[in-house]
């Protein structure tokens, strides 16, 4: 061979990668902005720095016959994958082509996701999917089948070693739907992303009912009530610049640090505002989450699932530059109860947080748990526990700071010294408590109230003995069980010190010497 016969094969290739590149057609393209979607090379520029994208098995074709296909057998097969930079760091990611036969996923299309997925997961990367597929591809039967199985059997070995982030950019149906759920994080675009087991003409099918596909399993209804979805954003430009910014706070892999910056909001600054911003009275309510940004670095709050289960506030934040995950009840939204989706909106929380070695700063202002039947039937007790196992369970540092009320088996849970938190702080205005007390005294004294001349002269007495004597805000710094009551001004200072010493315990033990072993 000639090197002009060389020459004229790499000219081939060139054009044969452009074409690939390019996508099916123009009309194609034009049909996906319709759609108000952007297109799969669109998507990529703006998740990557530039320039820095690696495609591979671009010229990858399925082989399938009958049904037409085998006069269809376009480049990618409908899926780009490989690696780029984000902020100068290796991210992996796989992203569905819908101008190519919807995005749906055959052997070929699922073979390349499960090579970019191996592969994250021997470089120590983290792992973006841009889903934007019309789920199996029926012509190839159940071999699409089994490609989703080695799917999820990837996010799984994945799960707690590298973060998976799923970005939802177009419909998503049936055994589909268990990828997203498998990942850490779930991004949605309001009208485009929808998730749902069985589609609108099924569900009518079967049981009558009439509903859009964005009623059934649209961005909002993921983000606000079944919790599925992460995040929620308007249009594709600022998801993915969230998306960016996510990757910015969490480490590369479970055995990396997260990344820390050069923090200018000095680490001894004042937090005079929060006199203003928490009433002293237990029973008013206040935005917990406008406490977190005069405590945080720049007051900036990552918050993970804002629209769900409200009445618990989890973020990613930074404190003198490292990044730590925040749990903390919202008196704002049902007075900061915890109930079932708030167990387990926080302990998911937790776990991940756990997984990738970002410390936990909890900020507990909590009655209790919900009370009601409808909340024992369907399950408080488990989902309570989950919660529980999830801070027991957890070895990042934990700091929790107690800002008024903590009452019941609800204090215990919001990572008390008693369940492992290392340290433990609290404002003047705390009260720690099994219950209130006008509860405890009605629990308590309800003989001698009920036999008094003034009943509720007899109660008003009794319940300002119970918090003098059992809900003073130093009763629990008296047992150790709080290590200090802290002047409420130097809440962020006093964290990042806390933080700061307990860095240590991220720091990875020497390995064992086994040349003098002790049997």
């Given amino acids: 061979m000639t ?13 044969i990668k452009e074409a690939a590149g390019f996508g099916p057609s123009r009309r194609a393209s ?23 994208f690696h495609e591979i ?3 990858r074709r399925h082989r399938a016959t009958g049904f037409g296909l085998e006069d269809r057998r376009p480049h990618t097969d409908g899926v780009v994958t490989g690696w780029g930079k984000v902020d100068g760091r290796t991210v992996f990611v796989y992203a569905h082509d819908f101008r190519i036969f919807g995005g749906s996923l055959g052997e070929a299309h699922a073979e390349k996701i ?46 707690g070693v590298i973060p998976q982030i799923s970005v939802m950019l177009g419909p998503c149906a049936g055994g589909a739907t ?39 399993g649209g961005a909002e209804v993921h983000s606000s009530v079944s919790g599925a979805s992460t995040f929620l954003y308007d249009t594709e430009e600022d998801c993915l610049a969230d998306v960016r910014h996510l990757l910015s706070l969490l480490p590369s892999n479970n055995r990396q640090l997260p990344p820390s910056v050069r923090c200018d909001d000095p680490a001894d600054r004042r937090n005079d505002a929060l006199l203003d911003l928490v009433p002293a009275d237990p029973n008013r309510s206040y935005d917990m989450r406008a406490v977190i940004e005069e405590i945080v670095d720049d007051g900036d709050l990552f918050e993970v699932h804002g629209t769900w289960a409200t009445n618990i506030i989890c973020g990613l934040a930074r404190l003198d530059g490292h990044v730590v995950g925040i749990v903390a009840n919202q008196p704002a939204s049902q007075a900061g109860v915890l109930d079932i989706h708030a167990s387990e909106k926080a302990a998911r929380f937790v776990q991940t947080c756990d997984s990738f070695s970002i410390p936990l700063v909890t900020l507990v202002d909590v009655p209790g748990f919900l009370p009601g039947g409808a909340q024992e039937h369907n399950g408080i007790i488990r989902h309570g526990a989950k919660l529980l196992y999830a801070y027991c369970a957890a070895t990042v540092p934990r700091v929790q700071m107690i ?11 919001m990572d008390s010294r008693s369940i492992g938190a290392d340290l ?48 003073h805000p130093y009763y629990a710094a008296e047992r150790g069980l709080v290590d200090d009551v802290i002047d409420p001004a130097r809440t962020r200072s006093v964290l990042i010190e806390a933080l700061a010493v307990l860095r240590a315990k991220h720091a990875p033990l020497p390995e064992r010497k086994h040349g003098n072993p002790p049997f």
């Fill in 114 to 159: 499960h090579k970019v997925m191996d592969l994250a997961l021997s470089a120590g990367a983290p792992l973006v999917a841009l889903s934007d597929g019309a789920g199996a591809r029926i012509q190839e039967g159940v071999t699409a089948l089994a490609g989703y199985g080695g799917i999820f059997r990837r996010n799984v070995a994945a799960s």
């Fill in 178 to 216: 268990y990828s997203p759920a498998l990942t850490d994080y779930v991004f949605m675009v309001r009208d485009i992303a929808q998730m749902y087991i069985t589609g609108p003409d099924v569900v009518q099918a079967v049981t009558g009912e009439k509903i859009s596909h964005n009623e059934l």
């Fill in 3 to 15: 090197v002009s016969d060389v020459q004229v094969r790499v000219a081939e290739l060139l054009a």
């Fill in 424 to 471: 433990s702080f609290a404002w003047p205005t705390n009260e720690i408590a099994v219950m209130g007390a006008e509860g405890a005294a009605n629990v308590v004294f309800r003989r001698e109230i009920a036999a008094a001349d003034d009943p509720e002269a007899a109660r008003a007495q009794r319940v300002k003995q119970y918090r003098e004597e059992l809900m």
């Fill in 57 to 59: 098995e671009q010229l």
């Fill in 30 to 52: 034009e049909a996906q902005h319709s759609r108000g979607k952007l297109t799969v090379r669109e998507r990529l520029d703006l998740l990557f720095d530039r320039g820095t």
């Fill in 403 to 413: 800002l008024r009320k903590a009452y019941g088996g609800a204090y215990i849970v």
